[in-house]
């Protein structure tokens, strides 16, 4: 009888637990693009699209471009470290954080563009580019596009080293649709959220809090269409068939514990065989694995993550 009840206040509690805490944010006030804290102050440049970028540090340019659904802020826990070595840009891609928003393809080959044009009008010649996820397969499509802008490339747990069948292309941009964005509640964002990390802690809820604050945003149904197009983008415009036409110094670096890269759904199996083979692809290539680390490495593990890219481009 004991026994019954104890199991019986586990079972009360953990409800308790569940309700309250799972959806900590969803009673919040709304948070619009322009007001997310990055921690940094944020610039503009005058083109279109409008562009916002943190810009810190002297030295050799180190170009910072997010993935998929995020923004400049995620680099947070890199950028004073190597602002400390190189001149760090962390800019938000069109469609995302608080760069203008609209009616753009989001193919891979126009944010390729759309980065080359900001460069320019910065009147910088030539950096060293970092791509987590998505950024990593626009930065592949960057250093062939573009190879004399590009003095190093680094893809960190870079898409587009994954090939997927047409059936396969098709079932995921039909799963990662506006509707789909804008219907996930707080606790499918967590979840969501969590899958990019080996190791959730409560330290990492600013995430959570960000993403379910922006659902209310003015602006959140043109991010919903960016994040949706840009997933088109990526299926569209395939890089596992391009990685030998890139011809700079390439560092990749994954976390041996990557949930989303191969797709867990679609190709089963381990970030290490993926990587791996992107390494034999690119001729001259350095890989770097980090261990007990998921997708979002430079946020789990930004010690080992900053440390990897200043050897490499020192």
Same mark, same amino acid.
């Given at each position: 009888?004991?026994? *019954?009840?104890?199991?019986?206040?586990?079972?009360?509690?953990?409800?308790?637990?569940?309700?309250?805490?799972?959806?900590?944010? +969803?009673?919040?006030?709304?948070?619009?693009?322009?007001?997310?804290?990055?921690?940094?102050?944020?610039?503009?440049?005058?083109?279109?699209? /409008?562009?916002?970028?943190?810009?810190?540090?002297?030295?050799?340019?180190?170009?910072?471009?997010?993935?998929?659904?995020?923004?400049?802020?995620?680099?947070?826990?890199?950028?004073?470290?190597?602002? /400390?070595?190189?001149?760090?840009?962390?800019?938000?891609?069109?469609?995302?954080?608080?760069?203008?928003?609209? *009616?753009?393809?989001?193919?891979?080959?126009?944010?390729?563009?759309?980065?080359?044009?900001?460069?320019?009008?910065?009147?910088?010649?030539?950096?060293?580019?970092?791509?987590?996820?998505?950024?990593?397969?626009?930065?592949?499509?960057?250093?062939?596009?573009?190879?004399?802008?590009?003095?190093?490339?680094?893809?960190?747990?870079?898409?587009?080293?994954?090939?997927?069948?047409?059936?396969?292309?098709?079932?995921?941009?039909?799963?990662? *649709?506006?509707?789909?964005?804008?219907?996930?509640?707080?606790?499918?964002?967590?979840?969501?959220?969590?899958?990019?990390? %080996?190791?959730? *802690?409560?330290?990492?809820?600013?995430?959570? !809090? !960000?993403?379910?604050?922006?659902?209310?945003? /003015?602006?959140?149904?043109?991010?919903?269409?960016?994040?949706? /197009?840009?997933?088109?983008?990526?299926?569209?415009?395939? +890089? %596992?068939?391009?990685?030998?036409?890139?011809?700079?110094?390439?560092?990749?670096?994954?976390?041996?514990?990557?949930?989303?890269?191969?797709?867990?759904?679609?190709?089963?199996?381990?970030?290490?065989?993926?990587?791996?083979?992107?390494?034999?692809?690119?001729?001259?290539?350095?890989?770097?694995?980090?261990?007990?680390?998921?997708?979002?490495?430079?946020?789990?593990?930004?010690? !080992?993550?900053?440390?990897?890219?200043?050897?490499?481009?020192?």
């Amino acid at each position: 009888m004991k026994l *019954n009840l104890f199991f019986i206040a586990v079972l009360f509690l953990s409800i308790i637990f569940n309700c309250c805490s799972g959806f900590i944010h +969803t009673k919040k006030p709304p948070l619009e693009f322009s007001d997310i804290d990055y921690g940094f102050d944020v610039k503009y440049t005058d083109s279109s699209p /409008k562009l916002a970028y943190i810009d810190e540090g002297k030295g050799d340019v180190v170009l910072l471009i997010h993935g998929l659904a995020s923004n400049a802020g995620f680099w947070r826990y890199n950028i004073p470290e190597l602002s /400390k070595h190189f001149h760090v840009i962390a800019l938000d891609l069109p469609g995302y954080g608080k760069s203008e928003k609209g *009616n753009y393809s989001y193919k891979m080959t126009f944010f390729a563009q759309t980065i080359k044009n900001f460069l320019d009008d910065l009147k910088i010649d030539k950096v060293n580019f970092v791509g987590h996820s998505m950024g990593g397969q626009i930065g592949i499509w960057f250093s062939i596009m573009y190879p004399e802008k590009v003095n190093k490339l680094i893809l960190a747990s870079s898409a587009g080293f994954e090939k997927f069948n047409k059936g396969e292309g098709e079932w995921l941009k039909s799963v990662v *649709n506006v509707r789909s964005i804008k219907s996930t509640n707080e606790e499918g964002v967590r979840r969501n959220l969590s899958n990019n990390f %080996y190791n959730w *802690n409560n330290k990492l809820e600013w995430m959570v !809090e !960000e993403r379910v604050r922006m659902s209310k945003a /003015k602006e959140f149904d043109l991010f919903a269409r960016a994040v949706s /197009k840009s997933v088109a983008g990526m299926i569209d415009e395939p +890089t %596992y068939n391009k990685l030998d036409q890139i011809k700079v110094p390439t560092l990749i670096i994954y976390g041996n514990k990557d949930g989303l890269i191969p797709n867990p759904y679609l190709h089963p199996g381990f970030a290490a065989d993926i990587f791996t083979i992107g390494k034999e692809k690119i001729i001259g290539s350095v890989l770097v694995e980090i261990k007990d680390c998921g997708h979002m490495i430079m946020i789990e593990r930004p010690v !080992e993550f900053n440390r990897a890219i200043i050897e490499f481009l020192k």
